[in-house]
Each structure stands twice: as C-alpha cells, then as structure tokens.
T-cell receptor, first 111, second 115 residues
Framework: GQQVMQIPQYQHVQEGEDFTTYCNSSTTLSNIQWYKQRPGGHPVFLIQLVKSGEVKKQKRLTFQFGEAKKNSSLHITATQTTDVGTYFCAGPSGGYNKLIFGAGTRLAVHP | NAGVTQTPKFRVLKTGQSMTLLCAQDMNHEYMYWYRQDPGMGLRLIHYSVGEGTTAKGEVPDGYNVSRLKKQNFLLGLESAAPSQTSVYFC??????????????FGPGTRLLVL
C-alpha cells in the first residue's frame, strides 16, 4: 500500500544551527502538505506544495517538492527554540481530502 | 469561532469499559476525521465522514465505531476498550473542495489511557 516515510525520526540541534527533514512517498503525489505539532499540541497546517520542483519559503522555513513529486523536504535556517516540535509531511490518500502522514521528525533545539 | 473542539481532554479506562469521544466543529466543514497518534507512528486514520449520516473506515478501524448524526459533530466510540487503544486521539475537519487538496484543521486531542 501507499507509504510516506520521513527521516530522521529525531534531531537535536543547537540554537542557530540549520535543520532539514526529508519525506519520501512510495507513489507520485498530486500535492504534499506539511504540518507542525508543538509538544503537547495538535498538528497545525504549514504549507501545501503542488507543482513539480516547487520551492516555497516562510521566513526561515524552506519547503521543496521534488521533480518527480515523490519526495519533499523542509529546511529551517538558524533554528530557534520556537521551532521545537514534530514536523509531519502528508500526502493525499484516496480522495475526500484524506491524508496519509509520515511518522514525523521531532526537532529539539537547545539554547 | 472555536474551530475544532474535543471532549474529554483526558480519560483513564479499565479494560472492557466503553466510552465516547466527542468532536465538534463550527466551520461548517463537510468532512471530518478521527486519527490516533502513537509514538513513532505518526497519525493514522481510524474513520472518516464525508457528510451528515455517512461514515467510512480508515486505515485502523477495528475496535472503534463512529457516528455523525449532525454535520458539526463526529463521535468516536470504543465499545470494549483494550490496552492497545491507549493513544492520543485527534479529530480533524476540512472543506469538501479538493482542488488540489483542502487542508485539515485539528482539534486539541484526547489522551486515553486503558489499564
């Protein structure tokens, strides 16, 4: 069946270092979404990528969708303690806006 | 505008007990979803609903039932709780339009511990 894999599972960085999480799908995706979940919180939508090779930026966050539309990445430049949380990628799964989520990458930032 | 709300926030059950988790949304969303979140496994879809009176199975439906009698509410039931159902449960909702894909709005979650 369809799978969405994320690596790494966990990353610990010093504040100011960069961070990247990678997402790979077993199937071609029409779009990919990214969500952030703060510790003890709920997933919150960050962004959606639709086009092959698309790159979008949100302040220090850069999102990329692969040319083959089977992979994506999220890069955070100069991490801050406010970036702490788990980042999930999610792809469409069988209509009705259903999503299949990656297992997430948990980011810890030490000051 | 409260968005998506869930009750209760936390519950402890004994094996074999039953309970119902309530999800409510005030955004007039057509679609609603129940997920469970376990460490290292991301979010897995339990059941979903595409409108009032309709429900469908997701990836991990066994041991759960759902009902959507009103558009704004989506109930998740555990008839006979098992320790394997210890998890954090999230409800989400979205608009119907799918070009290319609507985002999902999540509730705050319910932490369930089954002893």
């Amino acid at each position: 069946g369809q799978q969405v894999m994320q690596i790494p599972q966990y990353q610990h960085v010093q504040e100011g270092e960069d961070f990247t999480t990678y997402c790979n799908s077993s199937t071609t995706l029409s779009n990919i979404q990214w969500y952030k979940q703060r510790p003890g919180g709920h997933p919150v939508f960050l962004i959606q990528l639709v086009k092959s090779g698309e790159v979008k930026k949100q302040k220090r966050l850069t999102f990329q969708f692969g040319e083959a539309k089977k992979n994506s990445s999220l890069h955070i430049t100069a991490t801050q303690t406010t970036d702490v949380g788990t980042y999930f990628c999610a792809g469409p799964s069988g209509g009705y806006n259903k999503l299949i989520f990656g297992a997430g990458t948990r980011l810890a930032v030490h000051p | 505008n409260a968005g998506v709300t869930q009750t209760p926030k936390f519950r402890v059950l004994k094996t074999g007990q039953s309970m119902t988790l309530l999800c409510a949304q005030d955004m007039n969303h057509e679609y609603m979803y129940w997920y469970r979140q376990d460490p290292g496994m991301g979010l897995r879809l339990i059941h979903y609903s595409v409108g009032e009176g309709t429900t469908a199975k997701g990836e991990v439906p066994d041991g759960y039932n759902v009902s959507r009698l009103k558009k704004q509410n989506f109930l998740l039931g555990l008839e006979s709780a098992a320790p394997s159902q210890t998890s954090v449960y999230f409800c989400a909702s979205s608009y119907r339009h799918q070009i290319p894909q609507e985002t999902q709005y999540f509730g705050p979650g319910t932490r369930l511990l089954v002893l």
